[in-house]
């Protein structure tokens, strides 16, 4: 980078998200001060978005500074953490001030309103990849695993699913969506971590993942790491009217089940849970949706409207998966 690349990162990235009283020693220095609370853990993840496989050269820089932090949140939200820090390493082919100004306030209004604080980073030239790290704390003991399903528990997800693959269709194949266009495209370019959701429910969930490949997928690695199947009710899946036009149209379910990017949360709760759960629902933000139940048998079994099982091909985005 440039001689400017300090200046970059005083007047782009120094003072982004709120001010926390945990952190010791923030961006400017070798390595960030962080103070973990007392009796938690840190959760961590990291996400990385590429030019050209994540999202489209032309998208709105905003949009993208806000989904770059909402999928980490996510992975977050999934684990029943608690956002608290943020690292941001960012490849940017050339400085351009009105791009990254737009990308610093999609990533900084969606890190204020979960009262995230970026803590440090690293600025380099390439071709344009956006890394993030997200830090939360957790309670080990109430942490959403993927390896605590078991047979009985219910199967919950939140808002509806396969929104953001039908505007991610409507792009590649050129689909004419009408009118639900804008909404479907705010659903892939303005997802919402589920971060209220999971700080309500976490308590009564025994599991939980985030639907970024599909909920096939994504709840087949929580059986896969659990050692049970699962059942799912497809009547129930939550759909918005846009993909149930289109599964009425094709006879295909692959939209909600396989289509990724909803970055909606899939909980699974003892079934003793649910009545306390339900009674919970009122206050949350978002709706959510029982689908089905963990079983001890392997594999994901989808019924239709009369109990009768439908063959569905399975499978969400896998990068190195020959196609
Ligand atoms: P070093 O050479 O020690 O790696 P850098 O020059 O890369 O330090 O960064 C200087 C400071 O600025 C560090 O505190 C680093 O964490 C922070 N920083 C650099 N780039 C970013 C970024 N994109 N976002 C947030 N903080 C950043
Ligand atoms: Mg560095």
């Not at 050129?174 to 429910?201: F, I, K, M, N, Y």
């Amino acid at each position: 980078m440039p001689a400017s690349e300090f200046l970059l990162i005083d007047r782009y990235f120094s003072q982004l998200g709120v001010k926390r009283a945990d952190v010791l020693l923030g961006i400017g220095d070798d390595c960030a001060l962080l103070q973990v609370p007392e009796g938690q853990t840190l959760a961590v993840s990291i996400d990385t978005l590429v030019e050209g496989v994540h999202f489209f050269p032309d998208v709105d820089p905003e949009s993208l500074g806000h989904k770059a932090l909402a999928v980490n949140l996510s992975d977050l939200a999934a684990m029943g953490a608690d956002p608290a820090w943020v690292t941001l390493a960012l490849t940017l082919p050339q400085i351009d001030e009105t791009w990254l100004e737009a990308f610093c306030c999609g990533f900084s209004t969606l890190a204020k309103r979960h009262r995230v604080q970026l803590v440090g980073g690293d600025t380099t030239r390439g071709p344009l990849t956006i890394s993030v790290q997200v830090h939360g704390f957790v309670d080990p003991a109430m942490a959403l695993r993927r390896d605590s399903a078991r047979p009985g528990d219910l199967i919950y997800v939140t808002g509806t699913l396969g929104d953001a693959g039908l505007a991610l269709l409507g792009k590649t194949e050129g689909l004419s969506l009408g009118e639900p266009q804008a909404t479907l495209q705010q659903r892939l370019d303005w997802p919402e971590p589920r971060v209220g959701v999971s700080q309500t429910l976490r308590d009564l969930a025994s599991a939980a993942i985030d639907i970024s490949d599909g909920l096939l997928a994504d709840l087949g690695h929580i059986c896969q790491r659990s050692g049970v199947g699962a059942m799912l009710n497809l009547p129930e899946i939550p759909l918005s009217d846009p993909v149930k036009k289109h599964i009425q149209q094709t006879q295909k379910w692959s939209l909600p089940l396989s289509a990724g990017d909803d970055y909606e949360l899939c909980l699974i709760v003892p079934a003793e849970n649910q009545a306390e759960l339900e009674e919970r629902v009122p206050g949350l933000d978002v709706r959510i949706s029982l689908v089905g139940q963990i079983e001890s048998s392997s594999g994901i079994r989808c019924l239709d409207d009369t109990g009768a099982p439908i063959d569905i091909q399975s499978g969400g985005y896998d990068h190195f998966r020959d196609r």
